[in-house]
């Protein structure tokens, strides 16, 4: 049964409207929930605001005592966070666990790296203010807009969230109204670990309007994560207020086979990295670039691979149903296009997609302006693309406006061939490893969005850095004053010669 898009399922109680959230393995209700207004929304972030104040003042150690509770809690009531993103979003059993796996190490990584991150550190104060002692330390932005994504509804926002918490703000969170539930678990869990600071997470549902209110509503910072032409209205709506963001857009990542892989890991690697959660992943395989060399055996291995797989909606299954039902209008435009351009379908092809489900679809010979290639498809499908070494399929995968994450198989040249790639992040001899590492930056470049998440910069990124200098005692050059004298400066051009010159 075809899931019903959640705008068309909206309904009057009382004086606020609701909507559901549907299963989009069966179009069942999962629950309903409010659309908040722009009224709603910045009551919401004044509530944050207010409570933020007391959870700054905790310090590092405080707040971490009570986001280890929090991760202690979510520990517990596993088995209940995985069947609601399986119910909302119609993943698999153990695509949900993966990603609350992910969730959890992410939490505890947070809390436990903020004091040394964040913390007050002193600096040399270099030449000319010898006599100064000179410190930064990382101060909390206040209240943080955090919009999320539907594909992996807890991870891609505990991202922010959790990072955004452990800095010391305060958080207003509207999640996808395709994962609501999720969003308003996470909020509850919160308020359950920590009663005294209830407020302090705030959780806003609805549509593009909530999502726009909230980057009106006086936040200190938005972070989004979803598709680039959203993220340009996100920004356009930041910029009224000079809202600072971090955009976290799409990718059309590349995985580059070259003539010395491991090619049985490869195309391991490629499958996986490309159907799981149903190809729903802005940093998965969607490109294949394979050496001529290898080419022939590497697409074999993938085609048997791939064909084994298939889609549905039992806790078991390979990997569930496309969750946004206007998704398999997108890959189904894609296959049709590259098999229009003389593509090929070595496993699958249009009739793959019966939605809610699209089985593995493989094509090769696929021309590189087909939308296969050019545009994020966000389903379990692979353009794998023969070519003569692994620089050209660098050259190749560089070429997009994307620049999200990406692949390499070498056992001589990876991470040369990394360097090489233009885009945020890179695993050699591996898939989406810098996704699962807390401590490295997770983020792109390019029309895949900037600034970072996950690690110490993504600590640093939900906060204002406060530079403080104190003068130790008096110096004996100081040409910073009008009493300062032409033979002051004489000597201080003098020493900058003698020190810098050389």
Known sequence: MTQTAPAESTEADGDQTRFASLDPRTGEVVGH??????????????????????????????RRARLDAWRKLL?????????LISNETGKSADDARTELALVVDHLHWAGKHASRVLGKRRVS????????????????????GVIGPWNYPAFTPLGSIAYALAAGNAVVFKPSEYTPGVGEFLAR????????????????TGFGETGAALCRAGVDKVAF?????????????????????????????????????DVKAAAAAAVWGGIFNSGQTCAGVERVYVAEAVADEFIELVTRQASKLRPGGEPNAPFGPITMPRQVEVIQAHVRDA????????VGGLDSIRPPYVAPIVLVDVPEESTAVTEETFGPTLVITRVPDADEGVRLANALRYGLGGSVFSRGR??????????????????????AIPGLPFGGVGDSGFGRIHGDDGLREFTTP???????????????????GSRTVRHVVRLTRLLYGR
Request: glycine letters at 8%; hydrophobic letters at 45%; aromatic letters at 6%.
């Open 466 to 484: 406060q530079s403080v200098t104190r003068l130790r005692f008096r110096a004996l050059l100081n040409p910073m004053t009008y009493d300062r």
């Open 75 to 83: 520990v517990r009531r596993l088995d209940e966070f995985q069947a």
């Open 339 to 346: 098999l229009d351009r003389g593509g090929r379908a070595v």
């Open 125 to 144: 104060p270099g030449m000319l203010m010898y006599n100064h002692a000179a410190s930064v330390e990382y101060k909390p932005l206040g209240v943080v």
């Open 225 to 261: 994560t979803g598709s680039t032409p959203t993220g340009k209205r996100v920004m356009a709506a930041c910029s009224e207020t000079l809202t600072p963001v971090l955009v976290e857009c799409g990718g059309k990542d590349a995985l580059i086979v070259a003539d010395d892989a």
């Open 33 to 62: 929930h409010p659309v908040h207004t722009a009224a709603d929304v910045e009551a919401a972030v004044a509530r944050a605001r207010t409570a933020g104040e007391e959870w700054a003042a905790l310090g590092f150690d405080g």
């Open 189 to 204: 869990t919160f308020a359950e670990a920590s009663p005294e600071h209830a407020d302090l997470f705030q959780v806003v």
């Open 414 to 435: 990876g991470e040369e061939l990394a360097r090489k790639l233009r885009c945020g992040m890179v695993s050699v001899n591996a898939v989406l490893a810098f996704a």
